[in-house]
């Protein structure tokens, strides 16, 4: 950027002036001594002014290239440190001085603007680096530009938000289902808000202060607290039913000896079987979430889906696998499929038709069945322990298997069909 010089700034205290003024006070004493030195010699007087008209135009010619050129060097300074401003380190600068102050202070512009190349090319690289990090996340997460918009987000963004986060950019953070609240960002949404959270920071990038939005889904936490809060139930209930069932099946088990009648010693055993039973009962509910010994091994899906069928001789399934093999502890991935398979065809009416199918879905093998029954009156409830609808169920089915499956670092989740009834429940495994 070239500067030209204001008339102004001559009539203030400045560079210009001073140079200026220093050429027209050493002009005129170089003329009128220019004038002397021809009078001494005894020249004219017209040949007098033209010597020292010829000494003058010399001397001010000499000056004007002298104040451009210094003039110059400043300019390409002031232009050298706007480009800094605007982080434009790739502009050079020639050195219009080969030594002196102008020379340094030209040299310093450029180690500056190359120290500053070097930090800027450091965290750019950083900042590259947060974004191949957050990519690799599978936690939603996004970051707004300067005006809230939305400048990139990962794939956990657009599983989310169910579609691709590119097709929303530049959406602003209310279209986003996002409000900032003393300095919070939180979602409008209320149903969403009690299932996510959110934690934010920001950063700057090309002189601008972006929002790190990360969301994290609580759901996890807030069932952990609930089964934790279950389990205490059942560890007093258990421990208070066991003290109970234990005098009674000892007493029932002594009368059954002495007593002689058929009816009688068989109601004694009925009601020793119960309570055995109930006994059974309540520590199951006990261990329904204590740590499994898992034997991982690689297991093949064709056979396995074949052998879980097998169990079921009057169902009709239709079994898919495009996934040749598959991780999992065979023996508790059996239960699993068969409580899954079980609980479908008791919420069929016949004919039971069920979809079994097995394939790799990006870094997890998907397992799904899919039954064409009646679908969930309350999916809301269906993994909390005691809850049922059947008649004589237990309701320890479906929090046994989202316990393995969750002990198996995968997830389960059961959903109604949209366009036909229906249940498809989905297993993923990593791979």
Known sequence: MKNTIKPSCLYQSSLERSLIGFALLSGLFATLGSYLIAQYFALSIVTSAGFSLLFLGIYFKLFIRTYKKVINSFNRNHAHLDAILNEDYNQLVKPSYQAGSIHQLQQSLISLSEELFKKKSRYDQHVFLVYQLIEHFNVPIMVLDQHNKLNYANNAFSEFKQTQWQTLRYSSAEQLGLTKQDAH??????ITAQQWQIRHSEFIEQGSCHQLIVMIDITSALRENQLQAWQQII????????????????????????????RQVQALNVISERCNYLNEFVTRYGD????LALNIVEI????????????????EFSCIANATTFKADRTFIHQVMINLIKNAIEASTPPVKIALSIHQQGRVNCITVDDNGQGLANPDNIFVPFYTTKQHGQGIGLSFCRNVIEQHHGSLSLANKEKHLGVIATILLPV
Not at 240 to 259: D, G, Y
Not at 288 to 291: G, L, R, V
Request: cysteine-free.
């Open 235 to 262: 560890r007093v209930l258990g421990h208070e039913i066991r003290n109970s069932l234990t005098p009674v099946t000892a007493m029932a088990e002594n009368l059954a000896v002495k007593l002689t009648e058929p």
């Open 288 to 291: 329904i979430n204590k740590p």
């Open 185 to 190: 960002w939180q979602f409008s949404d209320v």
């Open 300 to 315: 093949d899906t064709a056979a396995f889906l074949k052998q879980v069928s097998a169990i079921y001789p009057d169902t």
